[in-house]
């Protein structure tokens, strides 16, 4: 197993989807994952190799966990944030909410995407 750090495997891995070297990336996605996985990166990046290569069914299956860690995450910093005293949906001191509120969209239309594959 390789001692590069997780995010410079995920970028590598991101970068053989780029390539269309698909299985290699599905291969490092699911190493990253292996160790990391609540990684919405991988999960996501997974998902796209999978649909890439014509898998709906296992690129909606990452997309789906990927969506379920996200949604996690968002209610996660919306409660930090209100407990630091901001009240509204979206905490404009950080762009931590708005990363993951970005994802769930995305990810909801991934889904769509596959489901009509």
């Known amino acids: 197993m390789s001692t590069m ?3 410079e495997k995920i970028g590598q891995a991101w970068r053989m989807h780029r390539d269309n070297d698909n299985n290699r990336a599905i291969q490092m996605f699911n190493d990253i994952l292996a160790t990391h996985p ?4 991988a999960l996501y990046g997974l998902g796209l190799a999978y649909k890439t290569n014509g898998e709906a069914a296992e690129a909606a299956r990452a997309f789906e966990q990927a969506l379920s860690i996200a949604k996690s995450a968002l209610s996660a910093v919306r409660q930090t944030s209100q407990a630091e005293g901001h009240h509204s949906g979206n905490d404009l001191e950080t762009n931590v909410d708005d990363r993951y509120m970005m994802l769930s969209r995305m990810l909801k239309q991934r889904i769509e995407t596959v489901a009509q594959s």
Do not use: C, F, Q
């Open 5 to 7: 750090p997780a995010a």
């Open 38 to 41: 609540e990684s919405v990166d």
